[in-house]
C-alpha cells in the first residue's frame, strides 16, 4: 500500500497561484510515476498532469500547459504541482496518484493509489 495526502489547497483570487504538495509513504516512491487529477464541482475527474518516476518525463492536459508544472523530489517522496495564472475554471478538488506503468498514462483507472484530495478555488 501506498499512502498519498494532498496539501495546499485554498482559496484564491484569479490570476493567483498556488503550489500543491502530495506526501507519500508504504511505497518505494522513486518506483512509480505520479499524476495530479482534478474534480470540477458536478463534473467528471479528469487528468491535469504527470511526472516520470526519475522526474525527467512531464506532460500536461493542455488546459493547463504553460501554467502549471509538476515536479517531485525522490529524497522527500513527495510530488508538487506549481499552478500559476489560476482561473476560476481551474476550481476543482485536486488528487495526486501514483502508477507504476511507465508510459504515459492520463486514465485514472491506470493508477494504483490515490489521495483523498485537496479543494483549490479560484474567485473571479
Known amino acids: 500500500q501506498m499512502q498519498l495526502v494532498e496539501s495546499g489547497g485554498g482559496l484564491v483570487q484569479a490570476g493567483g497561484s498556488l503550489r500543491l504538495s502530495c506526501a507519500a509513504s508504504?511505497?518505494?516512491?522513486?518506483?512509480?510515476?505520479m499524476g495530479w487529477f482534478r474534480q470540477p464541482p458536478g463534473k467528471e475527474r479528469e487528468f491535469v498532469a504527470q511526472i516520470s518516476w526519475s522526474g525527467g518525463s512531464t506532460y500536461y492536459a493542455d488546459s493547463v500547459k504553460g501554467r502549471f508544472t509538476i515536479s517531485r523530489d525522490n529524497a522527500k517522496n513527495a510530488v508538487y504541482l506549481q499552478m500559476n495564472s489560476l482561473k476560476p475554471e481551474d476550481t476543482a478538488v485536486y488528487y495526486c496518484?501514483?502508477?507504476?506503468?511507465?508510459?504515459?498514462?492520463?486514465?485514472?483507472?491506470?493508477?494504483?493509489?490515490w489521495g483523498q484530495g485537496t479543494q483549490v478555488t479560484v474567485s473571479s
Open positions: 508504504g511505497r518505494t516512491f522513486s518506483s512509480y510515476a
Open positions: 496518484a501514483a502508477t507504476r506503468r511507465i508510459r504515459r498514462v492520463t486514465a485514472s483507472y491506470e493508477y494504483d493509489y
